[in-house]
């Protein structure tokens, strides 16, 4: 708001009217900075922004930073006032806010539109409706002063831009949710991260792609790849119905949550599509991910340090490279990982199946960890705990290790082509309180034997094939000391 050069009398009026609207937005959100004023109503807004913004619609004017830019939508409308009567409350479609949803517009401008309106109502829902695609670049629903409880109601279809403008120097993440408490993306839509661009080593680009200008396609994508969709510091998280698919990077990741719900989710990219992570879980808390089918290039659901009290059923997993825990300890680093339920999984064509693995050199502790009901299908190695993970590059042995105590198998069954049980510990931390419950594995063609390292525990009922490698009781004296 420029005040220089105004009279007195103008200063007055506009001191008045910024008190007013002060005072209004107080009541529906703690107002970071004039921009949440001016988009508060969605009429307003409306009338302010198309116009401007049609011109420049098929070129993403991204920042390198990845935020977009919104210069032109602050101050939009302080007439907007009169356009309370929707009570504060109500769903708010990315169409109304002037996304085309034609697959080649910039909607970013128009979704942003929509989610501070929704940030500023009381049980509020965005709208991506069907049958529209909506060309979205990085974007970041951002909540430390949102009403609690939004929903993003996705049944349409959100496309990643491929330009390598739209991307700047790198960014972590395409889509973010964060500091929300209480956020549910559900629906029957897709988020597509039009990965393959990224995916290549040097990529090709088609000229005729209208995304693509001269500059940009002289320019290579970034060798930081986003996650597809992620969600930070948030609390009361729920993912249902969605799908997402081809992502750059990982397609889903939770860090620093608390009560996250993920169910009948699909994730779909190819086998050979590196770094494709389904679902990523760093630091969350009270995590249940149930009904969903995970296909895709990396692990289909990796469970990284600082997360606890975590449950996963009825998951289908492949292609991929099977449910993981870890890579933990890199770089010397602390990570603990408690209470982890895997039950009733079918992996088909997987890597692994159910693994844990760590780096060594690292400390901190893994425990709690049960497999229950692991159905596995031409999986190369289904059981696996590796202490010596190394991702690349050349490792060397460390004389500590992330301490991994207490990991049930129970009723593992299926085929597998290359080692059916493969535990290799740490020499200076054996695993302890592993335990092997009814577990049947088949074999085809030539394949290993079970395969163990300083692996101690219990085997609770006699196995398919015979495991004989693992010990019973405890290391002694080099019994894990580590705690978390
Ligand atoms: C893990 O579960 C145990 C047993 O139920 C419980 O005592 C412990 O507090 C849990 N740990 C975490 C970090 O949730
Ligand atoms: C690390 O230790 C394991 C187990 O003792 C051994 O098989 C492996 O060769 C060692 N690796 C290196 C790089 O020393």
């Keep these: ?44 807004y409306r009338h302010g922004r198309i116009h401007r913004h049609r011109g420049g619609s098929s070129s993403l004017g991204l920042t390198d930073s990845g935020h977009v830019g919104s210069e032109d939508v602050v101050g939009a409308s302080l007439a907007s006032k009169g356009d309370a009567s929707k009570g504060g409350s109500g769903n708010f479609n990315v169409l109304d806010f002037g996304a085309k ?41 951002s909540g430390p002063n949102c009403k609690p409880n939004i929903v993003f109601q996705l049944d349409g279809k959100i496309i990643a831009p491929t330009s390598p403008s739209a991307w700047g120097s790198g960014l972590l993440q395409w889509i973010e949710f964060t500091k929300l408490k ?45 996650t597809a969709l992620r969600f930070y510091g948030s609390d009361g998280v729920t993912v249902s119905g969605i799908t997402i698919q081809n ?19 699909t994730i779909s990219s190819p086998g050979d599509s590196p770094n494709t992570d389904g679902i990523h ?15 895709c290039g990396d692990d289909c659901i990796s469970i990284q340090t600082g997360s606890s009290a975590v449950y996963i059923h009825n998951v289908n997993c492949g292609p991929g490279h099977g449910i993981s825990i870890g890579g933990l300890g890199r770089d010397q680093t602390k990570a603990c990982v408690s209470n982890v339920t895997v039950r009733d999984v079918k992996l088909q064509n997987t890597m692994n199946g159910v693994r844990i693995k760590t780096w060594q050199g690292g400390s901190g502790l893994v425990q709690g960890i049960l497999f229950s009901n692991i159905q596995v299908s031409d999986v190369k190695t289904p059981i696996m705990i590796d202490q ?68 101690y525990g219990e085997l609770k009922t006699s196995t398919v094939p015979a495991i004989e490698c693992l ?7 080099a019994q894990s000391h580590n705690s978390c």
């Design 101 to 141: 949803g034609d697959g080649r517009a910039d909607d970013t401008k128009a979704f942003q539109a929509a989610w501070e309106s929704a940030c500023n109502a009381e049980k509020s829902t965005v709208e991506v409706p069907s049958g529209s695609e909506f060309l979205v670049g990085p974007i970041s629903f």
């Design 281 to 295: 879980l760093q630091n969350s808390q009270n995590v249940i991910i149930s009904n969903s089918n995970l296909a």
């Design 182 to 226: 209480g956020i549910t993306v559900k629906g029957t839509g897709t988020i597509d991260g039009q990965g393959s661009v990224w995916w290549n080593d040097s990529p090709t680009y088609d000229p005729t792609d209208e995304n693509l200008d001269k500059e940009s396609s002289s320019r290579k994508l970034p060798s930081t790849k986003p």
């Design 388 to 455: 010596y993970y190394c991702d690349g590059g050349s490792c060397h042995n460390g004389s500590s290790a992330v301490a991994i105590s207490g990991v049930n198998y129970v009723n593992i069954r299926g085929t597998y082509t290359s080692t059916p049980v493969h535990l290799a510990c740490s020499d200076s931390l054996p695993c302890t309180g592993v335990t092997l419950d009814t577990i049947q594995l088949e074999g085809s063609g030539r394949s290993n034997e079970p395969f163990c390292w300083k692996a």
């Design 1 to 44: 708001m420029e005040m220089g050069g105004k009279n007195l009398k103008c200063l007055a009026t506009i001191a008045f009217i910024c008190a007013f609207v002060w005072s209004f937005s107080l009541q529906n959100c703690q107002a970071r900075g004039g921009k949440h004023w001016a988009h508060r109503k969605t009429g307003g």
């Design 471 to 477: 010990q019973s009781g405890n290391p002694g004296k």
């Design 247 to 265: 992502s750059q990077q990982a397609h889903l990741k939770f860090d620093s949550c608390t009560s996250v719900q993920v169910s009948s989710l």
